[in-house]
Every structure is written in C-alpha cells, then in structure tokens.
C-alpha cells in the first residue's frame, strides 16, 4: 500500500532577492522531504512565493514596474533558489496563477456560506511590510515612529471598509484543538506562545482592502481584493488543486503531515489558517513546526538594516553540501542560529573532510590494494563488527522517530557518532596488520565499505551531491538508495567492483 507524505515550506515574499532565512527553511524542508522518500513515502513537496498585497504593489510602484513584471523577475530568483540549493520540491507555486486565484476565491465563497465573514469598517494599526495587523498593545513608539513591538516594523493608521472574518468565534475551538493534539504546533515554546495569544481573546480578522487593488478580488465585491495572508495560506490547498476534493492529490496528500515556517509568521499558520479551515469544514494540518531566524551577527536579517546574509555568496566560497550540512549540524532546530566562518570552517575540516571524506578514501583505498579493488568475500563477523553494524539496524525506527517528530539535531548527532566510530573502527582494527589473517582482513575490509554504504544513505537528504558520489563507489544510484537497507549488514555482494571517487571535501587551509 502506498505511503503519502505532503511537506510546505512557507511561501517567500518576492518584495526582494533571497536570503539565508529562506535558505534555511527550504534545506530544511528537503532533508525531511528527501528522508521520506528514501523511506518508500510517495512525496509532494511545495515551494513558492506569495506576490500579492500592498508590500509588492509598493515594491513595483518605486521600480516603475507593472507589479506582475515585478513578481516575475523577482519570482524567478527564488525558483532558481530551488536549483542552487538542490531542493528535490515537486512543485513551485505562484499566487498569481490561475489555479491558485480559484482556490482562494472558492475557499471565499465557503467562508461567505458558513456565516463567518460580514462587511463593517477597520480602524487600527497595519505593517505593509508584515502585512499584518496590530492591536494597540502590540506597539510602540521609537524615534518618534510607530513600530510593531513582535517585528520592529513600521505601522501605519488605516480605516478603511473591510470585510471581517470572525476569528473570535473559532476561539473554543481552537483551544480545544490544540489540547486534543499536543504535537500540531512545535516546539513546544511556539504552542504556548500561541495559547497564550488565543486564550487572551481573539478579535475578528480584516480580511480584505480597499485602498489598493493588487491581490485577488472577493468574488461578490470587486472594490475589494482579499487580505494577503487569506490568499497566500491558501496555497497550501491549490498546490493540491483545490476545490477538487475528488482528485487524486487531494486525496493522499491532504491534510498536509507538516508545514515548516519561521517563527515569525506562527500566528497565521496556527492561529488564523486553522480557523479559516475550521470554517470551511476542511480538515487541519497535521503539524505546523515554526523554526527560529539565522541571525546576521545577534540581529534578524532585513533589508531595512543592511545585514543580509547571501546563501550564493557562501555556496560560491565553500560549496553546497558543505553549507547544508552546517545549517543542519549547528543550528540548533527551532531555536535561533547564525553562521560563524570559523564554526563553518571547523565544521567542514572535522565532519566532512576528515571524518567522512577521509574515511571513504582511507577504506576505498585501503581495499583498492589489498582486495583488489572487490568487495571482498569469505568475511566471519566477530563480535566488533556486529556491534558497530547492529547500532544502524537497532536504530533504525529511532531515526524514522527524529525525522517524524523534527528532531533534525538527534539525527544529525547519530550520524556524527557513527563517523567517528567508523574512523575507530578503522583504526583499532587494524587491517594493515592483518594481511597473514585474510578472512580477518576481508571482514574488516567488508564492514568498513558497508559502513560507509549506511552512513552515506543517512546523509543523502542533508548532503545529496557528495553522499550519491560516495555510493558511486558500489555502483548504487539515486534510485537504488533506500533507507530501510541500512539495516542489511550483508547488502555489498562479495566480488562486486569498487568504483573510485574523487575527494568529496577539501580541507580549508587558512
């Protein structure tokens, strides 16, 4: 029976080129996207960028731009971010395609039907660069301008007519949702920021403008074009051709299993979009996990302070895998992180030139002399052998545990281990030593290359590029890698041919 594995990372707001934020949350999205499907899951991953709203509008207006031109251009660099980073996402989503205008229109029109949105006046505070609004008690004045305390952004007074979902209504319900299932928002601090927020009152959400006119229109009142956030969440339905519940990717793929997103727009994804679905009787998310920011020094990046870090300019100097495996490694998921030169460094020279690329030389090399270049055959496990390849086997639901449940830093911590028991491994052995006691060797030999076999098919979805050179070496292609095989200690057929490979990492010399 097929398995069905739907992951969103949050849709980028194309009002400018990427950053190492964006990065950060789709490099993530990947590595559980690509662990699902070495793990035998049928996968839809969804990507893309949200081009409506006044921030955009604003954006094209000072480019003297038409605001879809705009979104093209801009578009395109976060599409072609999908290939830098080699992300292995199924489908990239506009919100200015069509499918998605039906969508969101439709998901209007139910909200219409269930009694939940009526027409009245806003009047109160509203962040174009956040494009959200704020209560009174959510701002301050500093040098002698109004900000949003939570985002440090400017708010502008605005009263307007605006259609008004009742997001007060839903309150109850919301509450009661999230004790029913404790684990739909992670981590856990999020959940309880979130309660906090609801159990404090919720007001009804403006969910419509009128003082401009780029966004999709409400479908009985052209004056009006929908409240950005109600279109852009709606992606994560009309990605899966939404209103057509009967077809097949509706089917297997919703309710989504995750929606990976920064911390900072947690109250749309946990508060607002479950309430929106709540009221059009669809069923919710399985999880919503709002990760922390990649710092630039102690700050959150903006394009307002000047302190972006661009991925392409640390993918040029140090290389893709080495940067994916960083951001997975050191960055502590969930919480806030940064990128150090040296830390990166440090992290490319001990995990991955040494323990990981240097290993697959020393062993390949090794057996390249004395097995003639073969997988060596007539091996006898003793009991050293059997417990370093038994840690893979008797782990292997641990590790399908911290991928379901978003502990990315227990599964990277395992493989880390398991490195640099390899390397001990290796060394303590002794195989050198060993070449009077050839069925000794050829045992050392054989579970040094399997080792190597399982810890590559464990980095695949941090580090693809270098992990499918790795397994070159046995000939096992992108299509051939299966997670469950790490639990075959004796998958390497006896007299098979070791390929060569290249260095997979050079050491950063200062």
Same mark, same amino acid.
């Given at each position: 029976?097929?398995?069905?594995?739907?992951?969103?990372?949050?849709?980028?707001?194309?009002?400018?080129?990427?950053?190492?934020?964006?990065?950060?949350?789709?490099?993530?999205?990947?590595?559980?996207?690509?662990?699902?499907?070495?793990?035998?899951?049928?996968?839809?991953?969804?990507?893309?960028?949200?081009?409506?709203?006044?921030?955009?509008?604003?954006?094209?207006?000072?480019?003297?731009?038409?605001?879809?031109?705009?979104?093209?251009?801009?578009?395109?660099?976060?599409?072609?971010?999908?290939?830098?980073?080699?992300?292995?996402?199924?489908?990239?989503?506009?919100?200015?395609?069509?499918?998605?205008?039906?969508?969101?229109?439709?998901?209007?029109?139910?909200?219409?039907?269930?009694?939940?949105?009526?027409?009245?006046?806003?009047?109160?505070?509203?962040?174009?660069?956040?494009?959200?609004?704020?209560?009174?008690?959510?701002?301050?004045?500093?040098?002698?301008?109004?900000?949003?305390?939570?985002?440090?952004?400017?708010?502008?007074?605005?009263?307007?007519?605006?259609?008004?979902?009742?997001?007060?209504?839903?309150?109850?319900?919301?509450?009661?949702?999230?004790?029913?299932?404790?684990?739909?928002?992670?981590?856990?601090?999020?959940?309880?920021?979130?309660?906090?927020?609801?159990?404090?009152?919720?007001?009804?959400?403006?969910?419509?403008?009128?003082?401009?006119?780029?966004?999709?229109?409400?479908?009985?009142?052209? %004056?009006?074009?929908?409240?950005?956030?109600?279109?852009?969440?709606?992606?994560?339905?009309?990605?899966?051709?939404?209103? %057509?519940?009967?077809?097949?990717?509706?089917?297997?793929?919703?309710?989504?299993?995750?929606?990976?997103?920064?911390?900072?727009?947690?109250?749309?994804?946990?508060?607002?979009?479950?309430?929106?679905?709540?009221?059009?009787?669809?069923?919710?998310?399985?999880?919503?996990?709002?990760?922390?920011?990649?710092?630039?020094?102690?700050?959150?990046?903006?394009?307002?302070?000047?302190?972006?870090?661009?991925?392409?300019?640390?993918?040029?100097?140090?290389?893709?895998?080495?940067?994916?495996?960083?951001?997975?490694?050191?960055?502590?998921?969930?919480?806030?992180?940064?990128?150090?030169?040296?830390?990166?460094?440090?992290?490319?020279?001990?995990?991955?030139?040494?323990?990981?690329?240097?290993?697959?030389?020393?062993?390949?090399?090794?057996?390249?002399?004395?097995?003639?270049?073969? =997988?060596?055959?007539?091996?006898?496990?003793?009991?050293?052998?059997?417990?370093?390849?038994?840690?893979?086997?008797?782990?292997?639901?641990?590790?399908?545990?911290?991928?379901?449940?978003?502990?990315?830093?227990?599964?990277?911590?395992? =493989?880390?281990?398991?490195?640099?028991?390899?390397?001990?491994?290796?060394?303590?052995?002794?195989?050198?030593?060993?070449?009077?006691?050839?069925?000794?060797?050829?045992?050392?030999?054989?579970?040094?290359?399997?080792?190597?076999?399982?810890?590559?098919?464990?980095?695949?979805?941090?580090?693809?590029?270098?992990?499918?050179?790795?397994?070159?070496?046995?000939?096992?292609?992108?299509?051939?890698?299966?997670?469950?095989?790490?639990?075959?200690?004796?998958?390497?057929?006896?007299?098979?041919?070791?390929?060569?490979?290249?260095?997979?990492?050079?050491?950063?010399?200062?």
């Amino acid at each position: 029976m097929d398995k069905y594995y739907y992951i969103t990372t949050p849709i980028y707001y194309p009002s400018a080129k990427p950053h190492m934020g964006h990065a950060y949350s789709s490099i993530v999205s990947d590595v559980f996207a690509r662990f699902k499907t070495i793990d035998g899951y049928k996968v839809h991953f969804l990507t893309g960028t949200d081009e409506h709203g006044q921030k955009i509008e604003r954006a094209a207006k000072e480019k003297q731009m038409d605001p879809l031109a705009f979104c093209n251009e801009i578009s395109k660099t976060f599409k072609d971010l999908c290939s830098l980073l080699n992300l292995s996402n199924t489908d990239f989503i506009r919100t200015t395609e069509n499918r998605h205008k039906i969508s969101v229109q439709h998901l209007w029109n139910e909200l219409e039907k269930s009694g939940d949105i009526y027409l009245s006046k806003y009047s109160g505070w509203y962040s174009v660069s956040d494009e959200a609004f704020y209560h009174e008690d959510e701002i301050e004045t500093k040098n002698n301008q109004k900000i949003s305390i939570s985002s440090g952004s400017k708010v502008e007074w605005v009263e307007e007519e605006s259609y008004f979902f009742k997001l007060s209504k839903w309150q109850d319900k919301l509450i009661e949702h999230y004790e029913k299932n404790p684990d739909f928002i992670l981590p856990k601090s999020r959940k309880n920021e979130v309660i906090s927020f609801v159990k404090s009152g919720l007001k009804d959400l403006s969910i419509s403008r009128k003082s401009f006119s780029w966004g999709i229109k409400v479908p009985s009142n052209h %004056e009006h074009v929908i409240y950005v956030w109600l279109d852009a969440l709606t992606n994560y339905l009309s990605a899966l051709k939404y209103p %057509e519940v009967s077809n097949m990717l509706y089917k297997n793929f919703w309710p989504v299993d995750v929606h990976i997103i920064g911390k900072d727009i947690l109250r749309f994804h946990a508060i607002y979009w479950p309430a929106f679905l709540l009221a059009a009787n669809i069923p919710l998310p399985k999880r919503v996990y709002g990760h922390g920011w990649i710092l630039s020094g102690e700050e959150k990046m903006s394009k307002s302070k000047g302190n972006i870090l661009d991925p392409i300019e640390i993918i040029d100097n140090y290389g893709l895998d080495p940067l994916r495996y960083y951001l997975i490694k050191e960055v502590s998921f969930g919480n806030d992180g940064n990128i150090s030169k040296k830390k990166l460094e440090d992290c490319i020279n001990s995990d991955l030139a040494n323990n990981y690329g240097n290993f697959c030389q020393r062993v390949t090399a090794f057996a390249e002399k004395n097995c003639d270049s073969t =997988i060596p055959d007539q091996i006898e496990f003793t009991y050293q052998d059997k417990k370093i390849l038994n840690n893979y086997s008797d782990n292997i639901n641990n590790l399908r545990k911290f991928i379901d449940e978003q502990k990315l830093n227990n599964y990277v911590h395992f =493989i880390a281990n398991a490195l640099f028991d390899a390397n001990k491994y290796f060394n303590d052995q002794e195989p050198w030593k060993k070449k009077n006691d050839k069925k000794r060797l050829n045992t050392i030999v054989y579970t040094s290359l399997d080792l190597i076999r399982k810890v590559s098919i464990l980095l695949y979805p941090i580090i693809p590029s270098s992990s499918k050179k790795s397994l070159k070496i046995f000939n096992i292609n992108e299509k051939d890698i299966f997670f469950d095989t790490i639990k075959d200690h004796k998958y390497l057929k006896s007299k098979s041919k070791i390929l060569k490979t290249d260095i997979l990492f050079k050491k950063i010399t200062k």
